[in-house]
Nanobody, 115 residues
């Protein structure tokens, strides 16, 4: 069964850090570019970062450059998003997915940045 399960979200104060994980199963993980998206209340889903199949190439949205780091462990079929210097505007539900051949969206993981 093809599946993506996000975890690691929570409540954090501004300036804090979180590490999100995305466990993939049912497909050859290393064959796909993977992405992190987010969706804030009342807004459309937006691309946060993407990473190539073997992690040699990464790209970030301007609003997270220098603060977030996308990575992957193909041996564990897991995608990560290290988020540092978090801001209230980073509050959103975060989702992982393949860049191409997009899978049905999962439940995501809620990140709330608030004092």
């Amino acid at each position: 069964q093809v599946q993506l399960v996000e975890s690691g979200g929570g409540l954090v104060q501004p300036g804090g850090s979180l590490r999100l994980s995305c466990a993939a199963s049912g497909f050859t993980f290393s064959s796909y570019y993977m992405t992190w998206y987010r969706q804030a209340p009342g807004k459309e889903r937006e691309l946060v970062a993407r990473i190539s199949g073997y992690g040699t190439s990464t790209n970030y949205a301007d609003f997270v450059k220098g603060r977030f780091t996308i990575s992957r462990d193909n041996a564990k079929n897991t995608l990560y998003l290290q988020m540092n210097s978090l801001k209230p505007e980073d509050t959103a539900v975060y989702y992982c997915n393949r860049l191409n051949s997009v899978l049905p969206w999962g439940q995501g993981t809620q990140v709330t940045v608030s004092s």
